[in-house]
């Protein structure tokens, strides 16, 4: 799941669930990423939760910051 604004979207879920980030990254000019979401220039920060037992990760797409979400 992409979100549009990350930082609000972590702020909600540690008030909401008190889970922990225990990484946060930013990924660009990066040939793996480009393959993967099969396209060029592909820029993203990602939060990684720690809820429990397993991992959660939230990215972020720098190209969907101005999009019009309805």
């Not at 702020?11 to 040939?31: C, D, G, H, L």
């Not at 592909?42 to 990760?57: D, I, K, Y």
Request: proline content about 1%.
């Amino acid at each position: 799941m992409s979100v549009k604004n990350l930082d609000k979207t972590v702020a909600f879920y540690q008030k909401a669930t008190n889970v922990e980030v225990i990484e946060r990254k930013t990924i660009r000019n990066n040939i793996t990423a480009d393959s993967l979401f099969a396209t060029t220039n592909v820029e993203l920060e990602v939060a990684v939760f720690n809820s429990h037992q397993m991992l959660f990760e939230l990215p972020e797409f720098k190209r969907n910051a101005n999009a019009n979400i309805k």
